[in-house]
C-alpha cells in the first residue's frame, strides 16, 4: 500500500483489493499438557518439639558479638585520639623548631651585620693608620731634608759669604746685607 509523503493531504480514492485468510495450528499444541509426577504419600507423618530455651535468643545471643564490635570501634576510636593528639604534638614542636631557628638566623644575621661593621671600621682604622704613617715618613724625610741641606749649606753659606763679600757683591748696611747682582 502506497504512503502519502507531501505537504497537503490528498484523498485516495483507489480500491484496494482485500482478501480474507486463515491460519491453522498443529494438532501436537491442542493435546492436554501431562502433569509432572508426583510420588503419592505414604507412611506417617513425624513432627518436632522444640522446647523454649532450644530457640534462638536475639539479645542473648548476639551480646558477645555487639560487645566485640563496640570494643574494636572503642579501641579504633582511640588510636584515632591518639593519632591526632600525637600529630597536635609534632605540630608544636615543629612550630618551636621553626621559632628557635627563626631566633637562631636573626642572631646570626645581628652577628655577621655587627662583624661587617667590626671589619669596615678596622679597615677604616688600617687605612687611616697608613695615611698617617705615610704622612709621618713624609714628615721625617722633609725634616731629614731640611736637616740635611742645613748642615750641608750651613758651612758653604759662610763661605759664599765671604766670597761674595770678597768679589764685592755683597754690602753691608745698618747691618743689613745687600746682594748686588754684577751679571746685568
Not at 485468510?21 to 518436632?48: A, V, W
Request: aromatic content about 8%; proline content about 2%.
Amino acid at each position: 500500500m502506497g504512503m502519502q509523503t507531501e505537504k497537503f493531504l490528498e484523498e485516495i480514492t483507489d480500491e484496494v483489493k482485500e482478501r480474507d485468510m486463515c491460519t491453522q495450528t498443529d494438532h501436537i499444541f491442542d493435546l492436554n499438557i501431562p502433569h509432572f509426577f508426583c510420588p503419592t504419600k505414604f507412611g506417617l507423618d513425624i513432627e518436632t518439639q522444640i522446647e523454649p530455651w532450644e530457640l534462638f535468643d536475639f539479645d542473648r545471643d548476639v551480646e558477645p558479638i555487639v560487645s566485640s564490635v563496640i570494643g574494636k570501634i572503642l579501641e579504633q576510636s582511640l588510636f584515632e585520639t591518639l593519632e591526632e593528639m600525637e600529630l597536635d604534638s609534632l605540630r608544636e614542636q615543629q612550630y618551636a623548631y621553626d621559632e628557635r631557628h627563626r631566633q637562631n638566623l636573626m642572631r646570626l644575621h645581628r652577628l655577621y651585620e655587627r662583624e661587617r661593621k667590626v671589619t669596615e671600621e678596622r679597615e677604616r682604622l688600617i687605612l687611616q693608620r697608613v695615611k698617617e704613617a705615610s704622612q709621618e715618613s713624609e714628615v721625617e724625610n722633609r725634616i731629614g731634608a731640611n736637616h740635611f741641606v742645613l748642615t750641608y749649606l750651613g758651612g758653604i753659606a759662610s763661605a759664599v759669604l765671604k766670597d761674595l763679600r770678597r768679589d764685592g757683591n755683597m754690602l753691608e748696611s745698618d747691618g743689613m746685607q745687600i746682594a748686588i747682582d754684577n751679571t746685568v
